[in-house]
Nanobody, 122 residues
């Protein structure tokens, strides 16, 4: 069982920066791949980024490629999402998820956090 808690959300100006964190409980964090997803009002949950347990495999959604960076610190049981040059269309609730392998869809991830709101002002 893995419990996930996101933090770092809030209001940010466009072209600024923000770093989200996701802290995991449990001793098996380092064996799980981690993903970030987001959901805006009235829209489906969208893939943002994913990282394998070792960090050797990373995927990004097309809309954030080149602007966002996912990383992890297994010693701290934490995964990060560095958001650079955010845009108003990045406004959403951001969720982290844990699963057996890095994936770009939601189904492979059995564990989810509660989400953190990110609002980007223009």
């Amino acid at each position: 069982q893995v419990q996930l808690v996101e933090s770092g959300g809030g209001l940010v100006q466009a072209e600024g920066s923000l770093r989200l964190s996701c802290a995991a409980s449990g001793r098996t964090f380092s064996s799980h791949a981690m993903g970030w997803f987001r959901q805006a009002p009235g829209k489906e949950r969208e893939f943002v980024a994913a990282i394998s347990w070792s960090g050797s495999t990373i995927y990004y959604g097309d809309s954030v490629k080149g602007r966002f960076t996912i990383s992890r610190d297994n010693a701290k049981n934490t995964v990060y999402l560095q958001m650079n040059s955010p845009k108003p269309e990045d406004t959403a609730v951001y969720y982290c998820a844990a699963g057996p392998f890095a994936a770009v869809t939601t189904r492979p991830y059995p564990y989810w956090g509660q989400g953190t709101q990110v609002t980007v002002s223009s």
